[in-house]
């Protein structure tokens, strides 16, 4: 059982995830490709289960997860290198998949991510949500503003985690990390969340809002006037409003919209494609809350395309529509044209090769 030189390996290669399955040689993630490690050979079921012994380490409280949920999310240090470690079952046989978490955080402007999503963290109070599918950097943007607050702010920050992965160490901010799940500081986000409005924080940062309970709490902890900063797994800023409103039975969704309204500051919606230098690029979709977008949000049904037309309209607030960053990494030779469609529905083709235009005649291309 090598794991730990497959560790090395991806270290090398700067791969982000390692995929170990029975039946196949172990594979690393590479700027999206999947790549065998070299020299390696094919892992046998008792690999795999030596694996999860060595992982688990006899920890009771892991087991009985496992054994109960048949999934285990966990986090696992080597060389002073963590790991955010998966661990699920494939005809009940142990499967591994693990993600490196780069010591050196990177900034938040070397990801891309737009100025104003660091501005609005001088809000006082509200609701910020970094959102994307799968993969997406959603994890690495959100600890990149954590580090820029923690940098430049005199804050408490309070972050709930499953797992933790980068480790924050107070610098101008004090910063307290909380694991969730069975036999960790918390045993669910929510249970974190309301603790939290005991522990005098002035930023809480919920790793993933997945359900009502949770998003309950995070509204609460926003009126009672602290700063929260949420992921959720949705693909556009307008899927992610749908989803907070249908997290609520339809009697009180006129009440949560009126809240929402009021609380949202901030949607950063982003997305990872491979460039064309082979390297991994964001691709942001930013929506501002103004009054216009909070009006929006107040109706009775609630209409994507309004959202992305009040986005397109925003944009001397900050927002950015999700056409004019593709068009922006294309004009700059960062994607390709097919790329940039792909990302979008047909009917917008038009508007996006319009604003390529338009982009070109701007920056004398």
């Not at 490196?100 to 660091?118: F, W």
């Not at 307008?238 to 500051?265: C, G, H, P, W």
């Not at 991994?280 to 959202?307: C, H, Q, T, Y």
């Not at 056409?323 to 979008?344: G, M, P, Y």
């Amino acid at each position: 059982m090598n794991l730990d030189k497959y560790i090395d390996e991806a270290m090398k290669l700067d791969a982000s995830d390692v995929h170990l399955i029975p039946g196949n040689k172990p594979m690393l993630r590479i700027a999206r490709d999947l790549v065998p490690v070299q020299g390696s050979k094919i892992l046998t079921p008792d690999d795999m289960f030596e694996m999860y012994d060595y992982l688990v380490k006899g920890n009771v409280d892991k087991d009985d997860v496992f054994n109960q949920t048949r999934r285990l999310d966990m986090s696992y240090v080597y060389k002073d290198i963590r790991l955010r470690v998966n661990i699920s079952l494939s005809d009940e046989v142990p499967i591994v998949t693990m993600r490196l978490i780069k010591n050196e955080l990177p900034t938040y402007e070397s990801l891309g991510v737009p100025d104003i999503v660091r501005r609005m963290t001088y809000q006082p109070q509200g609701l910020i949500l970094v959102t994307g599918k799968t993969n997406s950097g959603k994890t690495t943007t959100l600890n990149a503003l954590i580090n820029y607050i923690n940098e430049n702010q005199n804050k408490k920050i309070l972050t709930l985690e499953n797992p933790v992965e980068y480790k924050h160490h107070s610098k101008k901010s004090l910063i307290v990390q909380k694991e969730v799940g069975r036999g960790r500081d918390s045993l669910t986000f929510s249970d974190g969340v309301k603790n939290s409005l005991r522990e005098d924080c002035d930023i809480l940062v919920i790793g993933e809002i997945r359900d009502k309970v949770t998003m309950e709490a995070a509204i609460e902890m926003a009126e009672s006037g602290h700063l929260v900063i949420g992921t959720l797994h949705t693909k556009s800023c307008a899927e992610t409003i749908d989803r907070m409103i249908n997290f609520y039975e339809v009697r009180d969704q006129a009440s949560i919209k009126y809240l929402l309204s009021a609380l949202l500051k901030l949607v950063v919606s982003q997305r990872l494609l491979k460039g064309t230098d082979g390297k991994l690029v964001l691709v942001p979709e930013v929506m501002v809350v103004d009054n216009i977008v909070a009006g929006i949000i107040r109706k009775e049904k609630l209409s994507v395309s309004e959202i992305e037309d009040a986005i397109q309209s925003n944009l001397e607030k900050g927002s950015i529509g999700l056409i004019n960053s593709l068009a922006e990494l294309f004009v700059d030779d960062r994607i390709t044209l097919e790329q940039a469609k792909a990302q979008i529905e047909e009917k917008n083709i038009e508007t996006l090769n319009r604003t390529i235009m338009q982009l070109k005649i701007k920056k004398g291309k």
